[in-house]
């Protein structure tokens, strides 16, 4: 995904969560219902979040320094991060203590009407949300399975609100039961049940993000699809003739580092192997144009060396 490749994305989520807060704040007013004041400020979290991510990116185009010589890439990681902390301790610990509360302490829900008409206008704001982020998410996805894309996506952002739009859909439906449940027993009871349900969901999801944000944090290496390329490229049958090891990692969603120990005959001269290692390089920023920092090492082939250093990614 490129740099702004998820911006449509966050910017619609970011706009319907600000409209969704007002209203389920208006609605929460009216009626007391603690599954609105639990949604508004599922909504509320969910508008920082998108603004996290926001300033990731913006933070990430940062040239690099002499501290920095590998640039900023991974701030997205990090405010990716900083997302599935504020959706853990904002959107579902409070949500589960307002639950709580509500289930001790129940009161009358008053002016149903109102959370109700929110909630319905939630689920249409929210659909539109996740819809782009569908959208967006299939122009990368490729055949990959939903699962697989989360999981695997070097990018944070739009797992992150494909995540979070799914959340919100499902917590304004378990909003809906609880407050429809209420209304048809005349125990508020459900609502409190209905908002612990919410916080939950929300803080399941905060768990996954997390653990995904920090595979990314800790670092990963190319999918198995671009060390095919680089392998390709990096061999051309002549002074390069073979990889003896190598390893990827990426510096951000859309910069990769490539290092590599290749095989080059012990009669070749250093002007052959240097012309050799530049038009590799070319060939592997042709093949995978995010690799941006590579090294590449020439060594003569030993196999009983090679057996102590098995070739990686």
């Given at each position: 995904m490129s740099a702004s490749g998820g911006t449509k994305a966050i910017v619609a989520a970011l706009g319907a969560n600000l409209a969704i807060a007002a209203a389920k704040f208006v609605a929460f007013a009216f009626s007391g219902s603690s599954s609105m004041l639990a949604e508004g400020?599922?909504?509320?979290?969910?508008?920082?979040?998108?603004?996290?991510?926001?300033?990731?990116?913006?933070?990430?185009?940062?040239?690099?320094?002499?501290?920095?010589?590998?640039?900023?890439?991974?701030?997205?990681?990090?405010?990716?991060?900083?997302?599935?902390?504020?959706?853990f301790?904002?959107?579902?610990?409070?949500?589960?203590?307002?639950?709580?509360?509500?289930?001790?302490?129940?009161h009358p829900l008053d002016n149903w009407y109102w959370p109700v008409g929110v909630l319905v206008f939630a689920v249409v704001a929210e659909g539109f949300s996740f819809r782009t982020a569908i959208k967006e998410s299939n122009e990368l996805r490729g055949r990959q399975s939903w699962v697989q894309f989360i999981r695997r996506a070097k990018a944070p952002e739009l797992p992150v609100v494909l995540l979070e739009d799914f959340g919100a859909l499902i917590g304004l439906v378990l909003a809906l039961c609880g407050v429809g449940l209420t209304l048809a027993?005349?125990?508020?009871?459900?609502?409190?049940?209905?908002?612990?349900?919410?916080?939950?969901l929300l803080v399941l999801i905060a768990l996954v993000l997390a653990a995904e944000t920090k595979s990314l944090l800790l670092g990963e290496s190319a999918g198995p699809d671009q060390v095919a390329k680089i392998r390709a490229a990096l061999v051309d049958g002549d002074v390069v003739t073979r990889v003896i090891h190598m390893r990827t990692l990426h510096l951000g969603p859309e910069e990769l580092l490539v290092a590599a120990k290749i095989a080059v005959e012990?009669?070749?001269?250093?002007?052959?192997?240097?012309?050799?290692?530049?038009?590799?390089?070319?060939?592997?920023r042709e093949a995978v144009p995010i690799a941006r920092v590579i090294y590449l090492e020439p060594d003569i082939y030993d196999e009983r060396a090679a057996a102590k250093h098995p070739s990686g990614s």
């Open positions: 400020v599922h909504s509320i979290a969910d508008s920082g979040n998108q603004g996290l991510l926001l300033l990731g990116g913006k933070r990430a185009k940062r040239a690099a320094t002499d501290e920095h010589p590998f640039g900023y890439g991974r701030e997205r990681y990090i405010y990716g991060f900083l997302v599935s902390i504020v959706l301790t904002i959107g579902g610990v409070f949500a589960l203590y307002e639950g709580y509360e509500k289930i001790q302490h129940p027993t005349g125990n508020s009871v459900w609502d409190g049940i209905g908002t612990m349900c919410i916080g939950t012990h009669d070749d001269t250093a002007t052959e192997i240097a012309r050799a290692i530049d038009a590799a390089e070319a060939r592997i």
